[in-house]
């Protein structure tokens, strides 16, 4: 193991950064998304149960499936990382617009009223009351995405890109098990910390929330 | 976006291998195989769990630890280690599925009102009466939205199996995609998408048979 490690150090450091870039992108812009897709849903209300059920769909399809005919529809090239970045996209869009409209729905509406009366206006009032009291719900269903996104990365090794899941690919063709171990314990690792690190923020960004 | 594939009649021909049918079936084996051990691991730990209070960090954390853990490594390691065949797909899909099912008894149990269970006891309930007649069918609803899920999850992610060599529906997106042949996973993705959203109504509609009417307006 350590012999694999000392020898491979390069190829395992490459197949990380490319697994943080192609897990990470995907929740940046999914967050971006999610947040206005989130607020419509819940400002006009028949949009909510569609929305859910398309998301609901989109999310049973199979990564693997995804990844392969991503390039088909946007006429990308097989191996090009785009299709991953997309793929996980819609997954992580697909998972947070709920969480945004649920933790939106959720603020007590007397909150909002007196928000307007004191004088926001529509967008200010979504930017420095709804969303802040929703954080919390926000933050967990961001946290559900990156980790899950960490772990589906891997699945595009099956097609040539996929981070660490080039280790599991690898290894399972040459027949020798330290690549796929390394590869899992260090996505493992990756996810771990980026959990962590959302509930830092999360602690550091609602600090009422420790107070009850 | 090319349908020949999935409309061609002699791929949906029962009972050939290879078929459409042939694999919707090993593909619906290797998901309610996980789910039954899956569920035989985890509800007993997650019930205790959440009946108890004892352990509840094991029960909050197992969520995301199994979410972080991933399905194609652990198959690709478990072939590695143990040799082709249904045992290493099984381990790495209950490995998938147990988090979810031992999370949501949790909370199920959690979620129950301790006046409920009060007024059990005072009626002369046994503890094991209290769990089965009235902590259980109480938990149900959140119960069973962790195993839709766990259920949404395997159908999606035994596509894996076939990259190991092994059948279920992954078999048409990667033999699809080895020759070229887009129709084929087009084919592949539809299917068990339309499989996944099948088995979610399915359990939809036994959760609406098993969960007590009287918690029905309340859920």
Redesign the interface.
Known sequence: MIQYLTNNADTIWLALQEHIVLALLPVLFGFVIAVPLGYLAVRYRWLYQPLINTFGVLYSIPSLALFVFLPVVLGTKVLSPVNIVVALTVYTVALLARTVADGLRSVDPVVVQAATAMGYRPLRRLTGVELPIALPVVLAGLRVATVSNISLVSVGALIGIGGLGQLFTRGFQLFYVEPILVGIILSVLLAGLADLAIVLVQRAVTPWTRAA | ?NFTYLLDPAHWEFGAAGGIPQLILSHLGYTVLALLIGAVIALPVGLYIGHTGRGSFLAINAG??G????????L??M???LGLGLLPVLIALTVLVVPPILTSAYAGMRSLDQRVIDAARGMGMRPWQVLTRVELPMALPVLFGGFRSAA?QV???A??AA??GLGGL?RL??D??AVND?SR??A??IV??VL??LV?LFLASIQRWIVSPGLKGTS
């Open positions: 976006m995301n630890a979410r972080s853990l991933p399905t194609l490594g652990l690709m390691l072939v590695t280690l949404l159908v999606a992610t596509t894996v990259s190991v992954g997106l990667i699809g995609l887009y996973v087009l592949g993705a068990v998408a996944a959203v979610d």
